[in-house]
């Protein structure tokens, strides 16, 4: 029988991860810890099974680790992760999805921003649409202008780009059902495109407005290079999610125009020298004509060499499957 997503767990209880990247973030881990215990009272319908609080500390040197060491020694729940530099977000969420073991994944900031309180709507929301993936809205957002400002751009820029319109990409709040974080690779800085990263893979994402609260304690960890950072991921998450099957069609699309429309010029050029006794000193042109024929040809044996890559690794590539019905080994 195909199992229905929404009576898949009927009257079973839910496991439940929560991953919490952190940084330098020592003042307000205790308070978070005491804010989701409390929350977590909050949720029963469905039922919470086990839960894990897994704390990912990614390169603290102010003793947060060691605030979660005693964290963890009042809340078994409490599982903690040390990274032994900085290695980022995404690294940090990456490990904690590693190790989650919960039927469904929450994530959210340390710095207090983010309210746990809201985790019982966002199992709600889950449950009840039929999403796979919840992302929470800063809807009234309590950071400096410039960041409301610019994440606006950022959100609609993906949203053209890629078809995924979510107000609010890359809010740390976030809840998940298990597939989704066993299948979605981050890295680099992809944390911010993880809705897009789940919607290429087929899942439904949908998203809910939650509360947000100022930062109370510290500062943000990331400076203007953010906005750098965010385009160029952009740009290689739409080229991987395009082309990484089929790289020839973009270089050797672009190629193929580029020395189609370097050849014509030339030839042109040719004419004019050979039947119309016109000089190619003085000819601008010419330059144009020849820096389109070489572009042209580099990007095409780009495009050949991306093929060759693609199918030396053929055999891993894999696509995401809801239901396999009928197969001997028990799908
Ligand atoms: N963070 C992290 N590694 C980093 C940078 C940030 O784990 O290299 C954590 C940080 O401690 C916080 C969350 O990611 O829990 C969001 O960071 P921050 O609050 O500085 O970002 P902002 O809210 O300003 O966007
Ligand atoms: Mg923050």
Redo the contacts with the bound molecule.
Sequence with gaps: MINNRSSKFMGEKRSLSIV??????VESLRELHQKIQQALEEVHEPPLGEVEIIF?D?GSDDGSFEELQSLREVDSRVKIVQFRR?F??SA?LAEGFRRARGDYIITM???L?DDPFEIKNLIHTLESKGYDLVSGWKKQRR?PFI?RFTSKIFNAVTGFLTGVHLHDMNC?LKIYRREVIKSVQVYGQRHRFIPVLAAQEGFRVGEIVVRHHP?KYGQ???GPSRFLAGLLDLISLLFLSRYMKRPLHLFGGIGLLSFLIGSGINLYLAYERLFLDKYLTNRPLLFLGILLVIVGIQLFSLGLLGEMITESRAENLHYNIRNEIGFDDGH
Excluded at 20 to 25: C, Q
């Design positions: 919490i990247p952190l940084l330098n973030e990912v990614d900085n980022g977000k940090a900031d340390a710095d921003q950071d960041k740390g930062r943000t960890k990331y």
